[in-house]
């Protein structure tokens, strides 16, 4: 059984003074990690609706809340601390380029000495694909493609890929991660990202107040991936806390806390 804090990037914790107290505290306390969110900009009155919660609004229907990028804020509590884990949940891959994305996230799985953990997620908030230039539609298709040239970048002494969105050739991205490799965790809370998980043979955490119907979305998939021996996914999820460091959760598992100090650390789920 490991316990995570998450939304650690948020609220209080965008002061550099405080991520650092917070990330040394969880570490003093044996916590295994600390987890961060992301969304680039988030577009005043969006009209897609969060999925993980009621309302369809995150954070309480605050939309200019402070959200530092996640793996710079990662990069900047790895410095101050040894030895927890640093990990993203989740990263909206398919607004990234792959290739600058492999080779940040490789860096600081080698300056952190393997401490990262790669949450990642298609997203749900169209308005910010639109700002970004990224097609909404194609989120899905571009996650999985990136996720394989990522792993060729990451593992291959020469790596070579040619996909549909992506495409390099003897292309030297040093330095690769410790174990040439980062685990990634497949965040989501439909049919496709437990499917998507099975295919990644990593862990799968869904998001949202996952309930009975979204366990066995889980559990659908997870015996055929399990077959092979590599596929660990389930539902709830490993390694992800159920409560994060901000405050009392009102709304379901997975939903944006209110923008409150530490008062409540957080559940843990039984790995599977």
Known sequence: MKFGLRYCNTA???????????????ETAGFESLWTVEHTIVPAGY???????P???MAGGRDDMPLPDPLIWMAFVAAATTKIKLATGILILPQHNPVLAAKQIATLDHMSRGRILLGVGVGWLQEEFAALGV??????????????????????????????????????C??????????????????????????VDRDCAQGGGGGRSRSRQAGDHRQPAGRS????????????????????????????PRTRGPRQLGRCHRAA
């Open 47 to 53: 009209a897609s609706a969060y999925p993980y919660d």
């Open 12 to 26: 209080r914790y965008v002061d550099a003074k405080e991520a650092v107290a917070l990330a040394q505290a969880a």
């Open 229 to 256: 021996g590599r596929a660990r996914c389930a539902a709830p999820p490993r390694r992800y806390s159920g409560a994060g460091p901000l405050g009392r959760r009102r709304g379901p598992a997975g939903a944006h």
């Open 55 to 57: 309302s369809g609004k």
């Open 135 to 172: 097609p909404f539609a194609e989120r899905g298709a571009r996650m999985d493609e990136y996720i394989s040239a990522m792993r060729e970048l990451w593992s291959a002494d020469k790596p070579t890929f040619k996909g549909r969105f992506v495409a390099f050739e003897g292309a030297y």
């Open 174 to 199: 040093r330095p690769q991660p410790v174990n040439k490799s980062v685990p990634i965790i497949v965040g989501g809370h439909s049919e496709a990202a437990a499917r998507r998980a099975g295919t």
